[in-house]
Structures are given as C-alpha cells and as structure tokens.
C-alpha cells in the first residue's frame, strides 16, 4: 500500500484483471507525490505493457505466481521496477514495430515495448539471480 | 466491457466501447465486435467518446477490424478520442493506417462516402 515516504510496492497475482487495480493503486501514490496527471498516465500504460507481457510470457504453467511492482519517487523523478521469477527475458530485445507499412500489412502486436521505451525516459532489463527485473525512469517537473 | 451499439439510417454500424480496452479486456471486447462484424457489415464507426484507456492489446483489435473491413471493401473510421487515447494512437504510428476523425458526423460521413 501506499506509503508516505515515496516507497511503494505491490505484489500481483499473475491474472490480467490485477493490472487496473494497480493502476488505481500507482495513480493514488503519484497524485499524492505531486506527479503531473499526463505522467501517471504514461506511466501506468508502461506498467501495463510490462507487466501483461510478463503474466502472458514469464510463466509457461498454468500455476499462481507473482509479479512484483516497486515504486520510488526521488526528486523529480519516478523509478519503476517489474520484476518476476519467470522464464529469463529481456524485452528490449524485441526488434521495433513496423511503423510505416500500409494497413493490410501491417503486423498485428509489437507494440508494447515500443510504447514502454517511448513513454519513459530511461529503460533497462537485468538479469538477477533467478529473476527477471525492468527498471523505467521518468523524469518530471518540479510539482 | 460494454459496447453498446447501434445501426443509422445509412446503415453504418457505430460501436461504443467504454472504460477500459486492455489486455484483460480485449478478449470479451473482440468476441463482441468481431460477431457485429459478421454480418456482413461494411460500414463500421468505432465512436470512442467513452474509452477511458486503451493499451497496445486494444490497438491490435482496433488494427484487426480495420484489417477484416478493408479485405471486405468496407470502411472503419474512429471519432471522438480523448486526448490520452489519440496520443496512443500517435506513438503507435495508426493515425496514419486508420481514419481517425474528430466528430461523429466526420466519422459516418467518412465510411458512407
């Protein structure tokens, strides 16, 4: 739950319907860290794409698991971590999406990392110990 | 998710989703609009006004009904986008794949031209 020392961390079950129910979570904790409403809005499409690539991909079984989302706002800036103890993958890895060809061809998908690397300032993927970890930066304006 | 619906005197399809278009939606959303589209609808209008967010999973349905109507000669236009979701619509590069338009009567006179 939020807390007021600019900390936050929520642990997700690995089900789709968990993600709006952060969002409400992310958005509470940054409106009442002073982040601007159009960067809670970036930030929780961010989190979406990260976090619904990992409940779609990390985990091959059928089993509950745990998606971990951590919070920090420090000066200006938010730093994001999703991290989960699935299968290792580096998202930034994902060639980028097509974005010029015509509506037929067009591919379908390949578009969520490309929304996380647009939306945030900075992005990274490390691998740690048994654990798949994406850390997002944004920075903001001073509230 | 809801999407309400309805059919205009020029037989243009107008579908309204609300709320939320995301990965844990998309898949109710998609059975709904894709059994719209099967009855050989040509004309189709996706009237946004109550689309409070929308991920990349909603743009892939988005994509796939503009793909389906266009192999059937007919025509999807979008309209009403709230700023949030048209800045989605930018970085994903569909504003221009897609006819996207401010009003709902742009938007039938669009697929009915």
């Known amino acids: ?143 | 998710m809801k999407i309400p619906s309805e059919k205009t005197r020029n037989k243009v399809l107008v579908l309204k989703p609300e709320g939320r278009l995301d990965s844990n939606s998309v898949g109710a959303a998609e059975t709904e609009m894709f059994a719209h589209l099967e009855t050989n609808e040509t004309r189709v209008v996706l009237d946004l006004a109550g689309l409070d967010y929308i991920s990349s999973s909603g743009l892939r349905l988005v994509l796939m009904m503009g793909k389906r109507l266009s192999l059937k000669g007919g025509k999807l236009a979008l309209c009403n986008l709230k700023p949030n979701i048209r800045e989605v619509f930018e970085i994903s590069g569909f504003i221009s794949i897609l006819t996207v338009v401010g009003t709902r009567a742009e938007a039938e006179a669009a697929v009915v031209g």
Not at chain 1, 105 to 133: C, I, Q, S, W
């Open chain 1, 1 to 143: 739950m939020s807390g007021a020392d600019g900390l936050l961390t929520l642990r997700l079950p690995n089900r789709l319907a968990a993600i709006a129910e952060a969002a409400e979570e992310v958005e509470r904790f940054c409106a009442a860290n002073g982040v601007p409403p159009a960067v809670i809005g970036h930030l929780n499409l961010a989190l979406d794409e990260a976090i619904t690539n990992t409940i779609e991909y990390a985990w091959p079984d059928d089993g509950d698991h745990e998606v971990l989302v951590s919070l920090a706002i420090e000066a200006a800036e938010i730093v994001a971590e999703v991290s989960d103890d699935g299968a290792a993958f580096d998202p930034l890895k994902v060639p980028p999406p097509d974005l010029e060809s015509d509506l037929q061809a067009r591919p379908v998908g390949g578009l969520g990392v490309h929304f996380v690397k647009t939306l945030m300032d900075e992005v990274a993927y490390r691998r740690a110990g048994r654990r798949n970890v994406l850390t997002m930066r944004k920075r903001f304006g001073a509230p």
